[in-house]
Structures are given as structure tokens and as C-alpha cells.
């Protein structure tokens, strides 16, 4: 048997103090807020993403 | 359980968001003054369609001395004639080449597109096979013009085989279902000038901090860099670029269509020790008795501009491309 470490919290505890965790938690909780980002995010990939599709050809020096 | 409905809102306005950008990219999406440096086979087919829409026009189609190599687009000489007024469109891009004008031709005549006046340069370095477009179409103009191409045509062609990949597949049915990835490409390069957002910052950083100003001293052309570049053996039959050259004003001359070659200004300065012997005038004359016995009306400018007019072998300054646009436009006007 495990013995209770004095003083140790559950990790729901220690991530509930987390600002991260609780503004991504806050987003779960809103889908409609949350696909406006996540459509943000595509848009953001496309844009400034890398350019893998060179089609340039022409190679003069 | 719980979860999935959540989910499959946000599902849904993701979809919803995506569908209406590609709703807006399809009616806005913005027609350039000329093809970017990386253009994609959905703006091209935007052009095509446009162009099959439009009243008949002047349509320039050749390499990037036509395109406007380094120098703005409302610079190069093809932009100058449609400032002056001229109805038409700079259709040429890096890397043209008698066989991408043949696969172009074919592919707007296909598409309906019917052009008042064809005005395409023909450069005398394509047709060396160890030019980079003797035998290759540019891969967006081949995704749509591949499949109008003979077999014997394809023959002679440099050809990549069928990509099975997992990657190709899910690339091509994006790219077939969604305006806002198929014309990626040619968004960023709007947006940044640059083929990348990275390729950007890099740019800017450079000409900041001056190094780009110092390494375009430093690379300035010389002849040697084009040792090979021009190939002086008589021209044949068996020549892959005059083929598809002959095809191109077979093709012109069926359909009816004014037809204007420009032999393309040359830098005979800079290229003296290469090219100024009795093969290249010998190639450049049979070139030109090909063309005018097809009804082409042939404007030589192999040797019409002065070497300051020149950034290296046969791309144009800014001075360069308004000379050019003079020349054009008288001929035009005739």
C-alpha cells in the first residue's frame, strides 16, 4: 500500500492553480469560441506557413 | 457522451468559417498583373476561366525576360503596354519555354479562350537541352495541360511518374475541394512578396542590415556564369524545343490567331565569347525563316538593346522593359 506523501496535492489540484490549464479548460467549456480559433489557427498555418510546394523550375544562375 | 456535442459544434463552426473564406476566396480572390514566382495550377485555372469570360485580348506568353525578371510587376514591359491602354494580359513566367507555350495554347484553346493577338518571345538558350524547361512544363501549367498532350507529345517530355503517395492523395483532394490551400501559394506571395512569411522576414532583415545590398554587388553577372547556357549546334528536327516551337505556330495559324514573335534581346557584350559565331546568327536566322514561312510576324531584338539595358544575359532593367514596351507598342499599333 502507498502511504499519502504529507502535503502532496492531486494533479487536478495542482493543475487547477494553473493559468494555462484554466484558460484552456475555459475554452473547452465554449465550443462555439473555440472552432473561431481553431479556425483562426488553420488560417494562421496557411498563411504563414512554409512554402514545401516550390514549383520553380527555372534555375538561370 | 457528453463531450461529443460540444465537439461537434465546434466542428461545425470550424467548417462553417472555413466554407465561407472559400466562398469569399472564390468571388475576391484578386487577378495579379502577372503569374508569382511559385503560381499554382487553381490560379492559373482562375486565369483561363477569366480569360474565357473576356472580350478577345493581347495575351504575352513566354520566359521570365517577357514575365519581368527583378523588377516590379507594374515594371515589366507587358504592365507598361496596360497602363498605355492595351487590353491585355502577361500570361509568361519563369521557366517558360516553347513547350509551355505550346502547353498553354493548347490548354486556353481548350478552355475556349480565343486572344486577339499571341505575342510570345522565343529565346535562342531554350533550345539547349540543358535548359531547365527544354523539356519540362512548369508542374502547375502540366496538372492542367498534361492530360491534352499527345503521346508522342509526352514522349519527349521529361516525366515524373504517378505519385501514390498517402501525401499526394490527401494533397490533391485538398487541393481539389478548397480555394483557400489550393491557392496558397499565391496568397503568401501577395501577402508578403516573398514565396513565405519566412522568406520575408529574412528579406527584410537583409535589407536592413545591408547584406543584401553588398551580396547583390558581389554576384553581379559575368560571362562565365553562362558558359553552356547557349547551345550553338544547328538546330533539327530532333530539337525537342523547336518541335514544340512549330507545333505552337501550327496551332496559332489554325486557329487564326495574330501571332507575334520576339527574338529575344540578347546580351551580346556580355556573352560575346559564347555566342557570337556563325551557329548562333545560323540558328537565330533558321528560327526566324521557321516562323515568318508560318505567317508569324517576327520582331528581332536579339541585338536592339544596348548593355546597360540588360541585369545579365537577357533579363531587362526597368530602362530595358520600357524600351521594350516602346517597341511593343508601335508593332501593336500597326
Known amino acids: ?61 | 457522451m457528453r463531450a461529443l456535442a460540444p465537439l461537434g459544434l465546434t466542428m461545425l463552426v470550424l467548417v462553417v468559417l472555413l466554407s465561407a473564406t472559400d466562398v469569399a476566396i472564390g468571388t475576391w480572390f484578386p487577378r495579379f498583373e502577372r503569374f508569382s514566382d511559385n503560381f499554382s495550377a487553381a490560379y492559373l485555372e482562375r486565369e483561363v476561366h477569366a480569360l474565357a469570360r473576356e472580350s478577345p485580348q493581347a495575351l504575352f506568353i513566354g520566359d521570365s525576360v517577357l514575365w519581368g525578371y527583378k523588377v516590379r510587376p507594374s515594371q515589366s514591359a507587358v504592365s507598361l503596354l496596360r497602363a498605355g491602354g492595351l487590353p491585355a494580359r502577361n500570361l509568361a513566367f519563369q521557366g517558360g519555354s516553347p513547350v509551355n507555350l505550346y502547353a498553354l495554347l493548347r490548354l486556353m484553346l481548350s478552355e475556349g479562350v480565343h486572344p486577339s493577338t499571341v505575342v510570345f518571345n522565343v529565346n535562342q538558350k531554350e533550345f539547349s537541352p540543358a535548359d531547365s524547361a527544354y523539356r519540362t512544363v512548369h508542374p502547375s501549367l502540366n496538372a492542367l495541360a498534361g492530360s491534352l498532350f499527345t503521346p508522342g507529345e509526352r514522349g519527349l517530355l521529361d516525366q515524373t511518374g504517378p505519385q501514390r503517395s498517402f501525401e499526394h492523395a490527401l494533397d490533391s483532394e485538398m487541393t481539389a475541394h478548397w480555394k483557400l490551400y489550393a491557392l496558397r501559394s499565391d496568397l503568401r506571395e501577395a501577402i508578403f512578396d516573398q514565396v513565405d512569411a519566412v522568406h520575408a522576414a529574412d528579406d527584410f532583415v537583409q535589407t536592413l542590415s545591408g547584406a543584401k545590398a553588398r551580396g547583390d554587388a558581389a554576384h553581379r553577372p559575368t560571362a562565365a556564369q553562362f558558359e553552356g547556357t547557349y547551345d550553338l549546334s544547328p538546330l533539327d528536327e530532333q530539337n525537342v524545343s523547336l518541335q514544340f516551337l512549330l507545333k505552337s505556330i501550327r496551332l496559332l495559324r489554325h486557329e487564326r490567331i495574330r501571332s507575334i514573335a520576339i527574338l529575344t534581346p540578347t546580351n551580346h557584350a556580355l556573352l560575346h565569347d559564347y555566342i557570337d559565331a556563325p551557329e548562333y546568327r545560323s540558328n537565330l536566322a533558321r528560327t526566324r525563316a521557321l516562323l515568318e514561312q508560318s505567317g508569324v510576324q517576327v520582331i528581332d531584338l536579339d541585338r536592339a538593346f544596348a548593355p546597360a539595358e540588360f541585369l545579365d544575359n537577357d533579363h531587362l532593367t526597368i530602362a530595358g522593359n520600357r524600351h521594350l514596351a516602346a517597341v511593343l507598342r508601335n508593332v501593336l499599333a500597326r
Open chain 1, 1 to 61: 500500500m502507498i502511504e499519502p506523501v504529507p502535503g502532496a496535492v492531486s494533479v487536478e489540484e495542482a493543475l487547477a492553480d494553473d493559468p494555462m490549464y484554466r484558460a484552456f479548460g475555459r475554452l473547452l467549456a465554449r465550443p462555439l469560441v473555440l472552432g473561431v480559433v481553431l479556425f483562426l489557427l488553420v488560417i494562421a498555418i496557411i498563411v504563414f506557413g512554409p512554402s514545401t510546394e516550390s514549383r520553380f523550375i527555372y534555375t538561370d544562375f
